[in-house]
């Protein structure tokens, strides 16, 4: 698929210190370890309800950790997915009388907008289930050979993973089977489907049912491919096993990156999947998780059509860390709008407070597990010294607080 346009990225004096980052599986923050080329794969979006500031605030998150990595000289290869074809997409486009290839299309597009206007750096593979469909029946078949998956014998085509015999199985999520089996009929899994080997187990493909689309599957069964496996899928195929951030929104961290890693392990009979598992907290509104269900989204698009900088949008979310569940105010996007004019007035000054230590307090505040408020009140202070004056003012620190602001923060200041 068409991926975005890239913003420019400043190049800083010096080089960045290592990342470190939370890691789910560990449960401890980690030092993230990346080859010349760091790898990073990002659950993309399911195109029907696209870009509310949930979605938003995950891959700005990402966005962080993919700007640290460049600034300490690594080229970073960054992998992201579409879910093009899945249930709630279907279940969408039914709702609306509409065509999902045309849902989904659209979707994505204002998804790109969007991500265009926050500044995110764009993935290197930008990557649609459909489009990986082939190289997903080739991983099913793969395992239906090694007797690790099996169809059910109820007509439907339907193929499960067999996670009793996956060594690794839980491993990513440190959850109990109660827990797991809570979240997977939550979040699109099946527990109570008659002639499973176990509860748990994944669904890798859907036979073909009426009315619904269907691509050539495994051993010549129409019909469509699980969730999990597409993800699997599209890391194997880009980035390979190992990769060095495995990344989401926390409402993924089961079954779905458990179920990637899973099935990918067992394709490859080598482990790890990923090197961290990394999760974004939940933005909520009025005490209540954002999401497509409950109907209570607050669109970046919107937003932007009413004429608000997207770089006051950024900010707003930066401005509380990623692992913190946090809600969407009104009044956090003025605070953040007041900052950004304040930052903006003292970039734009002749000269202002000494860079080095902003330049130093960034990189440290983002290094240690992405502290973006951190990183935010080095700024802050920075603008209320540069805009007070005084006489240690330095000509070239606006240009390269700037410069520091944009590279790392993602935040463009303009008039410097
Ligand atoms: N297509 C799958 C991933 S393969 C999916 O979860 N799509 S999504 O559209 O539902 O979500 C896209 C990304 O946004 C996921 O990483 C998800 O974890 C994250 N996300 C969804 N809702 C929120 C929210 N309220 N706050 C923060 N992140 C969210
Ligand atoms: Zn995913």
């Known amino acids: 698929m068409l991926s975005w346009p890239a913003p420019l990225l400043p190049t800083l004096p010096g080089t960045g210190p290592v990342l470190k980052v939370y890691d789910t599986a560990g449960g401890e923050i980690v030092a993230t370890t990346p080859d010349r080329t760091a790898r990073m794969y990002v659950c993309g979006i399911t195109p029907y309800d696209a870009t509310h500031l949930g979605h938003a605030a995950t891959y700005l998150a990402f966005d962080l950790v993919n700007r640290m990595w460049r600034d300490a000289g690594h080229a970073v290869h960054y992998v992201q997915n579409v879910t093009d074809i899945d249930d709630p997409l279907l279940e969408r486009a039914d709702r609306d009388s509409e065509d999902w290839v045309v849902l989904g299309m659209r979707e994505t597009a204002l998804f790109r907008e969007d991500m265009t206007a926050l500044r995110v750096l764009p993935p290197e593979d930008y990557v649609g289930a459909v489009e990986a469909i082939p190289r997903i029946v080739g991983h099913i078949e793969q395992l239906l050979d090694a007797g690790l998956a099996y169809a059910l ?115 490859t009979a080598t482990k790890p999947f990923a090197k961290a598992y990394v999760h974004a907290a939940m933005i909520g509104l009025d005490g209540e998780k954002m999401s497509k269900s409950r109907g209570n989204l607050v669109f970046v698009s919107k937003l932007r059509g009413e004429g608000v900088d997207p770089m006051a949008i950024r900010l707003a979310l930066l401005s509380g860390h990623y692992r913190t569940d946090r809600a969407w105010t009104a009044g956090l996007l003025r605070e953040a709008e007041q ?78």
Request: glycine fraction near 14%.
């Open 153 to 267: 014998d109820d007509g439907t085509g339907d193929v499960y993973h067999d996670v009793a015999q996956a060594p690794g199985f839980g491993s990513e999520s440190g959850y109990d089977e109660a827990t797991m089996l809570g979240y997977s009929a939550e979040r699109g899994g099946d527990p109570d489907r008659a002639g499973k080997r176990n509860r748990l187990d994944p669904l890798l493909w859907r036979g073909q049912r009426d009315g619904e689309p269907s691509w050539p599957g495994p051993r010549g069964a129409a019909g469509r491919p699980g969730w999990h496996i597409e993800c699997a899928t599209i890391a194997l195929d880009t980035i390979g096993m190992g990769f060095d951030v495995q990344g989401g929104g926390s409402d993924l961290v089961f079954p779905h990156h458990e179920f990637s890693a899973v099935h990918a392990e067992a394709i």
């Open 339 to 416: 900052r950004l004019a304040t930052w903006r007035r003292a970039v734009a000054r002749d000269a202002g407070a000494p860079a080095g230590p902003v330049l130093h307090g960034l990189r440290d505040r983002l290094a240690d597990d992405l502290d973006s408020p951190g990183a935010i009140a080095v700024v802050d202070a920075w603008a209320e010294q540069t805009l007070a004056g005084g006489d240690d003012l330095e000509e070239q620190a606006p240009s390269v607080v700037c410069d520091a602001v944009d590279a790392l923060l993602g935040v463009e200041l303009q008039d410097c």
